[in-house]
């Protein structure tokens, strides 16, 4: 089978923290190109694994039990197929690109040619921040992928994602509480993949640096994804970054938010903003991540007895609630009936 | 593309449970050209999970990478399809030598191990005889787009017989009663009939388990002639050595009085209806529709089961909160309840 490059470069982090420019500064690199946020991988990965285990785990002769095809020789070649259709249709990607591109804006229409990104490109970089809970899975499916954390501080990224309506016209998050925990939970996620696969396979970016010295950190991070330096990379950050245009006057302190979320985010943005990304790869980390990513796996192999079984016990419950109705109705009638006799025959006629 | 040169003509045998599917599978797989893979019953799921991670992946327009990049699910499906036959045939050398060294607990005959392994020919193919598979016969299709189907019918009695005998052979039950053993094979019968129509006789063949016992060669003949493969005598030989697993004993008596009478007339009438019918000669693109509707309302089905899921239990924990007294309270009371209201007043 013919090998391609199989090295697809994911940014992760919070939403509203840069991912997109970022994914779009590195779609400008000779060798790499940009595909928008493609989500449904992660939910593949977790596919893949409840069809893998729920057969193997089962029976001895079961197909992929039996035929010795191991988990991670299973993944990557789904990986290599995902990889394969993303390559297989770049041209597409870009030509559709070129297309909304090139009316009025000349100078993008010529940065590439259906020729040169077909030939040239060989690696793909994503930016979907719901990754961040996805890198376990991806690892799996990508064994060569890296993963790039751009992290941006809380209180920012908090007021990024109220204002994202304004942009978007739909709303990423419902309040205040829910940015902040959205912001933890996600950073969270990628400081636990920092530790479990080390700075070989994660780098961390700061938002502020990203801003303040573009040059410097594009050069750190290329050399991160052993690629040369290509100065087109910037010229996404001189035209816009941060695009939820937050009003000048828009203030946080929403009532009702929970301070404790609020505390334990600004916490762990004050820790990572002190301490930087740790350099060793920690087991218990990988153990951690291993069992989150394998949780729901179980969850959803279990789902279908167990809601089975949810439904059966609801049935009874409501079939006992009819039962127990019955007899009160049985007990009532008995009492009228009791009490007929005993006007009719008088006292006497009941033992 | 030259990487996607590799034959991937999977063959799968469908029908009903207890209907000659493994042993036909066997007999597949003593060609030179197929080799039978244990059954998988994972695929079916595998395209309705597929189906759900390419609408997460296209929900949301030209954002996401899917429709950007005009990738169609057809690809995407027969893209995976070729990953999954790639790593089947990758490993047939690790499947033999696993029913080498363990025939005798899987419960194989040793004399077919070298029959279906590569030294009796260069196997391009394989044959999985999952008798689920009935059901899932789109997906299957959409994930093997050259896929073929073999649908092999065997009387209704004889199978509803055989899979109450079941437990016997297998240790497991495969279906409680009489009444369900009907409607299984209704339900897969009629899914395979259905394929039959929608597909054409190109792509499903159907057999009857009758012609394969008693014109086994006649049989055997066009059904490789289906499979565009060139007839052998060994294909017969599985045959020759057992057939039917379940041991029917003789006076076993098939009536069960709480089967619902008409579950088993319909089933009968159905057989008797397609043991008359010869199978279709043309694909009705109307079947066709129907099944891909199906497969459509199976992924929504799916995607929608872990919501289904949270309510069943919502519904538990208000029934619980509620003034019911506890289960065993309602056991022990109800005889109480009962017998005082049994009682003549």
Request: aromatic share 8%.
């Amino acid at each position: 089978m013919q090998e391609r490059v199989n090295k697809p470069i994911f940014v992760v982090g919070s939403p509203r923290s840069g991912t997109s420019i970022l994914t779009w500064c590195l779609g400008q690199h000779p060798n790499i190109f940009p595909v928008n946020e493609s989500t449904g991988i992660g939910e593949l990965a977790l596919a893949l694994a409840v069809c893998y285990q729920t057969k193997t785990g089962l029976q001895p002769d079961s197909l992929w039990t039996a035929m010795n095809v191991q988990q991670e020789e299973f993944f990557a070649a789904f990986g290599q197929t995902i990889n394969e259709i993303i390559l297989r249709h770049k041209v597409d990607l870009e030509r559709r690109r070129w297309e909304e591109a090139a009316g009025p804006n000349a100078a993008h229409a010529s940065f590439v040619t259906e020729q040169s990104i077909s030939v040239s490109k060989t690696r793909w970089v994503d930016g979907t921040p719901l990754y961040s809970f996805h890198i376990c899975g991806l690892r799996k499916l990508f064994p060569d992928a890296r993963f790039i954390h751009i992290v941006r501080d809380v209180t920012s990224v908090v007021r990024s994602m109220l204002n994202f309506h304004r942009l978007a016209g739909v709303s990423l998050v419902g309040n205040e509480q829910e940015a902040y925990d959205y912001w933890f939970r996600a950073v969270s996620a990628c400081l636990l993949a920092e530790q479990a696969y080390g700075p070989e396979v994660m780098f961390r970016l700061r938002y502020s640096e990203l801003v303040d010295q573009p040059e410097g950190s594009l050069r750190a991070l290329l050399n991160f994804l052993g690629e040369p330096y290509a100065p087109e990379c910037l010229i996404p950050l001189r035209k816009r970054i941060n695009s939820s245009n937050v009003p000048a006057n828009f203030k946080l302190g929403e009532s009702g938010t929970d301070p404790l979320v609020i505390e334990r985010a600004t916490r762990l943005y004050a820790k990572i903003e002190t301490a930087p990304q740790p350099s060793a790869i920690s087991t218990i980390a990988i153990d951690e991540i291993e069992a989150t990513f394998n949780a729901p796996i179980n969850q959803v192999a279990i789902l279908r007895t167990e809601y089975a079984k949810a439904h059966a016990r609801a049935q009874r419950l409501a079939n006992e609630v009819q039962r127990k109705r019955a007899t009160i109705r049985a007990l009532q009638a008995r009492r009228w009936r009791h009490k007929l006799r005993q006007f009719v025959f008088g006292q006497d006629a009941v033992p | 593309m030259e990487m996607h040169k590799q034959l991937n003509k999977p063959i799968f045998v469908v029908g009903s449970p207890r209907s000659g599917t493994s042993i036909l599978s066997w007999c597949l797989g003593h060609h030179p050209n197929m080799f039978p893979v244990p059954e998988s019953n994972w695929m079916g799921d595998f395209a309705v999970n597929l189906g759900i991670a390419y609408q997460i992946g296209s929900a949301r327009g030209d954002y996401s990478i899917l429709s950007a990049m005009d990738v169609q699910d057809d690809e995407v499906f027969a893209a995976f399809g070729r990953t999954i036959n790639e790593l089947i045939m990758r490993h047939q050398k690790d499947l033999e030598k696993k029913r080498e060294t363990r025939c005798v607990e899987l419960n194989l005959d040793r004399r077919w191990l070298e029959a279906t392994s590569a030294v009796s020919g260069p196997k391009k193919r394989w044959v999985d005889g999952t008798p689920e598979y009935s059901l899932h016969i789109f997906g299957l299709r959409k994930l093997f787009p050259d896929a073929r189907f073999v649908h092999i019918l065997r009387d209704v009695r004889a199978v509803v017989c055989s899979m109450l005998n079941f437990y016997r052979v297998a240790g497991t039950q495969l279906v409680r009663n009489e009444e369900e053993g009907y409607r299984y094979w209704l339900r897969t019968v009629r899914a395979c009939v259905k394929a039959e129509q929608a597909y054409g006789p190109s792509v499903v063949h159907r057999i009857r388990y009758a012609d394969l016992v008693d014109t086994p060669e006649s049989a055997m003949r066009s059904l490789l002639d289906f499979l565009a493969e060139p007839y052998t005598t060994r294909c017969l030989r599985p045959l020759k050595q057992r057939i039917n697993s379940s041991n029917v004993s003789p006076n076993f008596n098939a009536e069960d009085s709480t089967t619902n009478p008409a579950v088993v007339k319909e089933a009968t009438q159905l057989c008797a209806e397609i043991e008359e019918t010869p199978q279709a000669a043309k694909a009705s693109s109307t079947a066709a529709d129907e099944m891909e509707a199906a497969f459509r309302e199976r992924v929504k089905y799916v995607a929608s089961a872990h919501k289904a899921y949270q309510k069943a239990r919502q519904i538990i924990d208000t029934l619980k909160k509620s003034d019911l007294p506890s289960d065993a309270a309602i056991e022990a009371m109800l005889p109480i309840a009962n017998s005082s209201l049994s009682r003549k007043p």
